[in-house]
């Protein structure tokens, strides 16, 4: 099992600029998570899926951030309009429901100028 | 949503034992104990769960007091690659509402 992917690694924009980052959950697990890590808050839970749906978004930070997932295999979460304070690395996991593990993916490091 | 509280850092020396301490005084009956770390530039990674009895796999050996306020995570021959963020998680079947906090960044010297 290749495990979570995400893309792209790393990438850098101006403010003001759209940002689109992705996910690919590992095959059979029902639940993907979107989190971002900082170092003043450490790793946030912004939103979850189960079976493809969203279940709660109300870590997502405001307006400009949104996230869907069109199938089983695949997420993005998009900001738009990005700001400076958006800079931080973005993680998606995803998890079988009786597994009671997160398996994460290595991460999107995002920076806005 | 109960909270974990841990050190914001240790020290160990190589091949000795460590024991990463968290303290959850508010703990629900349902709630499981995880414990996650993160190595530098990597998502984190499960090292270990359990409700209430003591638990060991291959990466670590998990003490939970009887009480179940407060638990300890073992690492029985703390190697270089053991260096990183640990943390310890509160979670009752799902991860909703979770949050990771900053957890105990561990030294492993050499």
């Known amino acids: 099992d290749a495990g979570v992917i995400q893309s792209p690694r790393h990438e850098v924009t101006e403010m003001g600029q759209e940002v689109t980052l992705r996910c690919k959950p590992i095959s059979g697990h029902d639940y993907l998570f979107w989190y971002r890590q900082t170092m003043m808050r450490g790793l946030e839970l912004l939103i979850y899926f189960n079976n493809n749906v969203p279940i709660d978004d109300s870590g997502m930070p405001e307006d400009r951030f949104s996230a869907k997932m069109p199938n089983a295999s695949f997420s993005t979460l998009k900001i738009q309009p990005s700001e400076p304070r958006d800079s931080a690395v973005y993680f998606c996991?995803?998890?079988?429901?009786?597994?009671?593990?997160?398996?994460f993916g290595s991460g999107t490091q995002l920076s806005v100028l | 949503d109960a909270k974990t509280t841990q050190p914001n850092s240790m020290e160990s020396n190589e091949e000795e034992p460590v024991h990463l301490p968290c303290n959850h005084s508010?703990?629900?009956?349902?709630?499981?104990i995880h414990w996650y770390r993160q190595l530098p530039s990597q998502g984190p990674e499960y090292v270990i769960h359990?409700?209430?009895s003591n638990v060991n796999n291959r990466m670590a050996s998990l003490a939970i007091a009887e009480d179940r306020k407060s638990s300890t995570l073992i690492l029985h021959r703390a190697t270089l690659r053991d260096a990183a963020v640990y943390y310890c998680i509160l979670s009752s079947g799902g991860y909703q509402k979770v949050t990771f906090g900053i957890g105990t960044k561990l030294q492993v010297i050499p």
């Open positions: 996991a995803s998890s079988r429901r009786d597994s009671g593990k997160l398996f």
């Open positions: 359990g409700l209430t």
């Open positions: 508010t703990i629900s009956g349902t709630d499981y």
